[in-house]
Nanobody
Framework: QVQVVESGGGLVQPGGSLRLSCAAS????????MGWYRQAPGKQRELVAG???????VYGDSVKGRFTISRDNAKNTVYLQMNSLKPEDTAVYYC????????????????WGQGTLVTVSS
């Protein structure tokens, strides 16, 4: 079970940018595959972006070309740079990780952090 603290959310206008951070503790972070997930009101949680322990990345179709995931193993932190934000990006964003270095679908996890709210609105 990964203990994480997500931060960096807030209110931003359409077309704006935010960078989310996810600080993990109590784990061998570099061995973990880490993912950013989001849940909008009335919708299921979805994978936004993921990065394996080998730093391969995957992105959801709706964010490709706009979001970038990265990790800093020295800081036990994974980031999500979000550009060209749209109102439909409004959601609570969560991170989570797999000790086998893989990127998992959200249903794989039973425990989540508190998340960070991103609101895109004019």
């Amino acid at each position: 079970q990964v203990q994480v603290v997500e931060s960096g959310g807030g209110l931003v206008q359409p077309g704006g940018s935010l960078r989310l951070s996810c600080a993990a503790s109590g784990i061998a972070f570099s061995a973990y595959g880490m993912g950013w997930y989001r849940q909008a009101p009335g919708k299921q949680r979805e994978l936004v972006a993921g990065i394996t322990s080998g730093e391969s990345t995957v992105y959801g179709d709706s964010v490709k070309g706009r979001f970038t995931i990265s990790r800093d193993n020295a800081k036990n932190t994974v980031y999500l740079q979000m550009n060209s934000l749209k109102p439909e990006d409004t959601a609570v964003y969560y991170c989570n990780g797999d000790p086998r270095g893989l990127i998992r679908a959200p249903g794989y996890f039973e425990v989540w952090g508190q998340g960070t709210l991103v609101t895109v609105s004019s």
